[in-house]
């Protein structure tokens, strides 16, 4: 649990290096970046603040073996 935490933590420093989800329709659709660790595949997308800030915000995730269309 504490390595998961932690990667979702550094998501934002590395966001912008990961790929398009590429299974998932809804998550193709929403054109959302996918982020894979410890087995489980995370949804986000990367929005920028009315002051010029970047956060990255996860709005979906699942584990690799239900991670299919």
Not at 23 to 37: P, Q
Not at 46 to 58: C, Q, W
Request: proline fraction near 1%; hydrophobic fraction near 35%; charged fraction near 30%.
């Amino acid at each position: 649990m504490n390595r998961l935490y932690d990667a979702m933590e550094a998501l934002g420093d590395y966001a912008r290096i990961y790929s398009k989800a590429r299974l998932k329709k809804e998550w193709i659709e929403k054109e959302y970046g996918e982020f894979i660790c410890e087995d489980f595949h995370f949804a986000y997308q990367i929005y920028t603040l009315p002051d010029g800030e970047e956060i990255v915000r996860i709005h979906d995730a699942c584990h690799s073996l239900i991670y299919h269309e």
